[in-house]
């Protein structure tokens, strides 16, 4: 049976081989076996944090010593010359959603109601929706080896692997991001119970006001569980607890013994969170966050973290920054004067929103992106996941936030030592010290800034190697210009819908601009970013859509040549990836003058 046609556009066999290649791992995942490393020495390099050059000694999984570059190196050690690389510990994802197969709750498992026999006093278990608190990641998670370097190249080693879209979706895990046998990825267990005001599937509740009942309700259980169960242990009497695992793993909450990870992006539901937890004394934490910088003092004043997933929308164009580039070019030549505007018919008309108009979502947008900017300065602990998203997005996104103010420390912090003392994961993650795990990455300069990549993984002593592509930094090739719209298709495809995009190119080579396709999942459109840069003739391009909770990176890598380019593409969905040729032309321009 032909599952997949070789005929098809590149998003179409894309979506449809992810979609069959997620059933497919989830059913079998071949595993590399979890051998001992050999011992290991990286000479030569820098290490973050510290001044000098060093000699980094790994035995066992983990590092046994940091010496001077300058003394001999022990017997028995393989070496690698580390010369221009900068040691730093392996970055931890605090919330993702990879990992994880598909989690089904079960509704209806009680009697049914007699509705004759009048109100009750609690929830049967006949309407759980969306209830779930004992099932735990650690039975489900399973990473394949391709899918877990994908994590590795991004300067990561582990992730909490956290259940998510329901109201109490479960309890996640501290996963080591190798593609290991799953018994040897869990590092830690459980870590969070994790919450959201949402609930698959039909009937009630459906609504804000119904989640919120129905969460109200199964802790009030909860808690009359708790009072039966003492005075059953303490002397028998009373009515005998029912064997009820979900009104169990409550407990745990309602002692304040586990924190509930609650979903959130905007201020209203943190609001909504914090007076769940006073109401119940919970101990709670945000995910998400995109608006919680509105409720910074609350929740410095509460002690909740919040774990950023910046998943911040589409950028919005900055129209000062038109201006300013406007009135240098004034200043470069003052008796310049503007072109005089040539008529315009009325096929030409374009509708463009006031500058006033442009600078609000402009502001807007950057006070969604700086949200861990501004509760780092309200001193709120702060770390990073990647949610639905992946590895290699959240590393871009936190590089940006740095380049945007956030100090280069508490992103490291973030990414490292405050998230893996949030997590429990102190033991296995977050430091360069002698007697810690073996779990670091070498790049090709300090991470999270300008063109650091990761030339070498090291997983719980494990090495694993990547190739960097270096820019050549030149300006772009006379009559090398993207600007336009231009199809995208798969040279052996002709009959399935292209990927449009409409570029602008800068004089410096710097891309950006938007992409268009059709979903071959259901037929709708879909919209996309693209951002990009040309030096000499070569050209690398990322487009990246949200298709549902999903997030597809395609990024192209091509030579132009004649007026097109043409290369190779690799799609990124959540850490998955396929890898594809491509060709573009550009669409001629049929608009009336």
């Known amino acids: 049976m032909n599952f997949i046609s070789p005929r098809r556009s590149i998003l179409d066999r894309v979506l449809l081989a992810s979609a069959l290649g997620a059933l497919i791992s989830t059913a079998v995942s071949a595993q590399a076996p979890a051998r001992d490393p050999k011992p290991l020495a990286v000479q030569n390099v820098a290490v973050e944090g510290r001044e000098g050059s060093y000699t980094l000694l790994l035995r066992d999984g983990r590092i046994a010593k940091i010496q001077a570059a300058s003394e001999d190196l022990p ?9 221009g690389l900068h040691a730093a510990a392996a970055f931890m994802d605090a919330s993702a959603e990879a990992g994880l197969g598909e989690h089904v709750i079960a509704v209806d498992q009680d009697q049914p109601v007699d509705t ?8 049967r278990r006949a309407n759980r929706k969306g209830i779930d608190p004992s099932w735990t990641a650690a039975s489900a998670v399973s990473l394949d080896g391709d899918k877990a370097k994908q994590w590795a190249k991004s300067g990561f080693s582990s992730f909490v692997a956290a259940p998510s879209g329901e109201l109490l979706a479960g309890q996640s895990c501290l996963v080591l991001a190798r593609g290991v046998a799953p018994r040897d990825q869990v590092l830690h267990t459980p870590v969070f119970q994790h919450a959201a005001f949402r609930a698959s599937g039909d009937g009630y509740p459906s609504t804000l006001m119904g989640y ?15 009072e039966l169960k ?25 002692d304040g013994k586990q924190t509930l990870a609650c979903a959130a992006e905007s201020a209203r539901d943190v609001h909504r969170w914090l007076k ?3 109401e119940f004394g919970l101990k709670i934490m945000i995910v998400g966050g995109r608006e919680a910088w509105k409720m910074a003092a609350q929740l410095k004043a509460s002690g909740t973290a919040v774990v950023l ?3 911040w929308p589409e950028e919005v164009d900055d129209p000062r920054e038109e201006k300013e580039e406007e009135k240098e070019a004034s200043d470069d030549d003052p008796e310049a004067k503007e072109p005089e505007q040539p008529e315009e018919s009325a096929a030409d008309w374009e509708y463009e929103e006031p500058s006033g108009a442009l600078l ?47 100090s280069r420390d508490a992103a490291l912090a973030g990414l490292g030592s405050s998230a893996a003392s949030l997590v429990g994961g102190e033991r296995y993650l977050g430091r360069m010290a002698a007697g810690a795990p073996a779990n670091l990455c070498l790049w090709s300069a300090p991470p999270l ?31 090398t210009d993207l600007t336009g719209r231009w199809t995208i298709v798969d040279p052996d495809d002709d009959e399935d819908d292209p990927m449009e995009l409409n570029l602008t190119m800068d004089e410096d080579g710097s891309v950006k601009g938007s992409a268009s396709a059709i979903n071959p999942m259901d037929g709708t459109a879909l919209t996309g970013e693209v951002t990009g840069s040309v030096h000499g003739k070569q050209i690398e391009i990322e487009v990246e859509f949200n298709v549902g909770p999903m997030t597809v990176v395609f990024r192209m890598e091509g030579e132009w040549s004649e007026g097109a380019f043409a290369g190779d593409t690799t799609l990124d969905l959540g850490g998955q990836q396929q890898e594809s040729a491509f060709e573009a032309a550009r669409i001629p321009d049929r608009r009336i003058r």
């Not at 017997?75 to 010369?83: H, L, N, P, R």
């Open 276 to 278: 769940l937890a006073d």
């Open 309 to 311: 997933t910046l998943d």
């Open 116 to 123: 004759d026999s009048g109100v009750r006093i609690e929830m």
């Open 212 to 226: 919120h009942a129905q969460l109200r309700q199964f802790f009030y259980d909860a808690g009359r569980h708790r």
């Open 360 to 406: 609000d979502k402009r502001l807007r947008w950057e006070e969604m992106r700086d949200s861990a900017i501004r509760l780092h300065e309200a001193d709120v602990t702060i770390a990073f996941g990647s949610g639905g998203e992946g590895a290699s997005q959240l590393l871009e996104h936190v590089t940006e936030l740095v380049e945007n103010g956030l």
């Open 449 to 479: 800034t300008e063109d650091a990549a990761v030339r070498y993984a090291i997983i719980d002593g494990h090495l694993i190697e990547f190739d960097i592509k270096v820019s050549s930094g030149e300006p772009p090739a006379e009559g």
């Open 230 to 254: 003492h005075r059953y242990e303490a002397d028998g009497n009373g009515p005998r607890p029912p064997h009820d695992p979900n009104l169990d793993a409550a407990l745990a909450l309602l």
């Open 75 to 83: 017997a028995g050690y393989t070496s690698i010359d580390g010369e």
